[in-house]
């Protein structure tokens, strides 16, 4: 009955996790991957900054921590079962390391019919074993024995019976030794927790300081996610200052905290394969908890966060999915659609007055390619067109950005658009990028006026404009100027050249801003912010006709 009723409970939370609404932020608490993936741990340590111990439990669905047991160890280890080895410098490895070691075994005695973890920790000291809760029930395990054969010919001695840790199983030690404190293993189902004691606590991770608790999940085996598991506004608090400086202009931060909140709410494209809501990196946004100390925990970062505590943006009453924002924009937002293919109401590209009016390092760029090297990053990529020939924008944006990419090379060509125009460049092997939307290419074919979005002039010379009351006149001149809404704009016309491999086969490209240009710009509200704009403001230009509460 016990198998059955693991194997339904494995059902359920299955479809729970599949089913999980676009809004993943549970009981305002947030799941941000700090490892996974290529970067998960076969060991991973704490350390109490604030507070002493630590409780050993799990998160349910809810997210509300059940607890298990407990330690007064202020320097854990979360390891993988299995077959452990300590080195002579306390680190953990699963295969025998050079120099000398000491096994923890893989096999050993376990003692069953346990109530409590204080009953089953008085017994674990009792046979110099530790407690453990496997499959939903308290048992203990003594000994560390590297065959089978060894735990049987021990299992008489303590009437217990002869058991192997998992491939989902996790200990915990004390870091650098070899007492286990606790072992955890509910067949993937459900995750070791960890939660530091106490109350205001704070946790050391790999260099930085995190507020809330800590998930292990280890489903299919291998090594172990590290999430943190952790309340909204503290969540928010631990992103504003990477995201932006902490001592940047307090309406910006507080723009940048309902930004950060409205993100984490409206996504959860990690959930599914991961079991978190967010990641730490660039990928979602940047988070790096308390940190390692100084600007990270900023009195006004965390002053913006608490100003606007629960603030979050709406678009026709409904909660706005995609609250992204970039670094700078050079001159103009853009339309998501342009960028993502998603037709988005609020995410629509304007003409930005304000980002030149403040000072943005790396504001412009320019970068050179090789046909050589363009060649083969398309073929890296997938996109091969043999030796490039030629590369041009073929298409801008109304708001000047690049929309469309051709790439000409002796096996053919091809066309990229959206923010592949971008990324498209990116190579880690040359170690080279392109940094946003906004750039124009050097021999380009197509580098005159735009036209409705498309490049089409070579020159205003002859071009006729047409005014508001239908007089029709000619340009003369090579420039002339358009008043819009925002402001009086020049435009010139363009030139044609030949390409044909660009300036002596190779490629140069110019341009300002840094990210995909849609949404906010983080500069450009820094500029609004100097300028005596206030965080509502700033929020309602990047965003088109939201409503924040």
Known sequence: MKKKLLTLFFVVTFF????????????????????YGSSALFSANLENAVGSGYEFGYYGEDRAFTSLGWTEETTISMTAAGPVYMDGSGNYASSVPSGGYRS??????????????????????????WPAWVDWEYVVRVGGFDSQEAAEGAAGRYGGRAVRSSATGVIVTQTKSTDILFEFDCSGVTALGIRPSGQGTATWFKGCRYSGGFEYPRVTGGNLNVVNVVGLEDYVKGVIPYEMGGDWPLAALEAQAVCARTFVQGH?????????????????????????????????????VENTAGECIYYEGTLVQDAVYHSSNGGATEDGANVWGTETGYLKGKIDPYESRTTVPNGSYSVTYTA??????LEQKGYSVGTVQDVYVSEYTPMGNVKQVTFVGSGGTKTVSGDTCRTIFYSSTYQKSVSSLRFDINGSRSSGLVVNGTSGLASLEGAAVISGSGETSTLRGNSASAISASGTAVISGGTRPSGGGGNNGSFVITGTGNGHNVGMSQYGARAMAELGYGYREILEFYYTNITIG
């Open 372 to 377: 050589g090297e363009l060649s083969w990053i």
């Open 268 to 304: 959860s494209k990690h959930l599914s394969a991961n079991g978190f809501d967010v990641c730490s990196g660039v990928d979602c946004q940047v988070y790096n908890g308390r940190g390692s100390g100084g600007a990270s925990a900023a009195d006004t970062s965390d002053r913006a």
């Open 104 to 129: 923890l075994g893989e096999w050993h005695v376990q003692l069953d019919g346990f109530r409590s973890y204080e009953e089953a920790l008085s017994r674990a000291r009792t046979e110099g074993g």
């Open 16 to 35: 729970v996790l599949g089913a999980a609404p676009a809004s993943a932020v549970v009981n305002e608490t947030v799941k941000v991957g700090l490892r």
